[in-house]
Nanobody, 121 residues
Framework: QVQLVESGGGLVQPGGSLRLSCVPS????????MGWDRQGPGKQRELVAS???????NYADAVRGRFTISRDNAKNTVYLQMNGLKPEDTAVYYC???????????????WGNGTLVTVSS
């Protein structure tokens, strides 16, 4: 059973920075695209950023230029560096990965349980 474990959330003042990390546990054969979604209070879940196996990145307009997504394939880890945080960035951030846990099955999307980021003075 694959589980994604996120870390790095917390309370930060406006203008501050946080770094989120996510790593899968369990048996892994291949990891493909990685990314982060978020869901703010009273809002729908939305894409924040994603990164392909080749390193191509994609960002939501609201975070482009402030957030940076990266991956360490040797560690099966995806990171989200968040700078210049704003109160509207307050949300639960969910890690997601497309994983094939065995060479004999199809790849599937997996999500973490979420980590809360609160931006407030």
């Amino acid at each position: 059973q694959v589980q994604l474990v996120e870390s790095g959330g917390g309370l930060v003042q406006p203008g501050g920075s946080l770094r989120l990390s996510c790593v899968p546990s369990g048996r892994i054969a291949n990891i493909y695209d990685m990314g982060w979604d978020r869901q703010g209070p009273g809002k729908q879940r939305e894409l924040v950023a994603s990164v392909t196996t080749g390193g191509a990145t994609n960002y939501a307009d609201a975070v482009r230029g402030r957030f940076t997504i990266s991956r360490d394939n040797a560690k099966n880890t995806v990171y989200l560096q968040m700078n210049g945080l704003k109160p509207e960035d307050t949300a639960v951030y969910y890690c997601k990965m497309r994983i094939r846990y065995s060479p004999y099955v199809r790849d599937m999307n997996y999500w973490g349980n979420g980590t809360l980021v609160t931006v407030s003075s």
